[in-house]
């Protein structure tokens, strides 16, 4: 008998491997697709050099690892990469990079066996049911003085803030974001830290990335974007948070 769970988790991988029946980013990396924000991989490439420049023997883990565009990406900045998501199929670079197939809902650190450098957990989360454990999973399987590299969904920016009020949810948490690409948790940037620092972490820096208004241009959105940027110029939050995608660099205790 299958598991619902599973069965589900399935057909969303399947989504990604056929790339949404034909529905494929227009950009990647070295032709293996990117599906993120435009600008996240490389963005993020460029926080994880400045916090641990890349040198012989740094070990990397990306978890939530999809294609391998971003772990390929990693490896060829001179970084040690090992790989992982719940299903290899979908990984291109296979025997190049090795890899781990985790449940990231199950705890996964023990499995692993190993401490890296860094672990770098690109829009991932949302699609996880305990984001608390997982932290604590990725605290487990940094060595001392490690950083782990997150990104997420940002709706704290002003058009999910303005989504939230016209519609009831945030920017990529529709109906249609949950059944077709499991994301079903939405984390504010808040809420994360407070989690990393439960787990042992401290946010060493923080940003976002990509135009939340790209997918919302015409006049059918008009009203939309008008209230994102009545909420914008009412908010607090520093303009360097208010893209569409929050960005976060962790620190593990150097002891």
Not at 171 to 183: C, K, L, N, T, V
Not at 189 to 216: F, K, N, Q
């Amino acid at each position: 008998m299958s598991d619902p769970a599973d069965d589900l988790a399935r057909e969303r991988a399947h989504n990604f491997q056929t790339r949404f029946e034909g529905d494929a980013p227009a950009y990647g990396y070295k032709g293996i697709p990117i599906f993120a924000a435009p600008g996240l991989h490389e963005y993020a490439a460029e926080r994880l050099i400045a916090a641990l420049p890349p040198a012989p023997g740094v070990q990397v883990l990306e978890l939530g690892a999809g294609g391998g565009a971003m772990s390929l990406r990693l490896a060829d900045h001179g970084y040690a990469v090992t790989a992982s998501d719940l299903f290899e199929d979908n990984f291109t670079p296979r025997g190049a990079i090795p890899f781990h197939a985790l449940d990231l809902n199950q705890p996964f650190a023990a499995r692993v066996e190993r401490r890296f450098d860094a672990v770098v957990a690109l829009e991932l989360v949302e699609h996880l049911e305990n984001p608390h454990q997982f932290l604590r999973e990725c605290r487990q399987l940094l060595a001392p003085g490690g950083c782990l590299l997150l990104s997420t969904p940002n709706i704290a920016n002003p058009m999910s803030q303005a989504m939230f009020l016209r519609h009831g949810h945030h920017q990529w948490f529709s109906d249609d974001d949950y059944r077709a690409q499991g994301h079903i948790t939405p984390l504010a940037p808040v809420v994360l830290r407070r989690a990393a620092a439960e787990a042992g972490l401290a946010c060493e820096w923080e940003g976002s990335v990509s135009d939340p208004e790209r997918m919302h241009g015409g006049r059918r959105n008009r009203r939309m974007r008008w209230l994102a940027r009545l909420l914008a110029a009412c908010s607090t939050l520093p303009p360097t948070l208010r893209g569409e995608v929050y960005v976060a660099l962790f620190r593990a205790p150097a002891g």
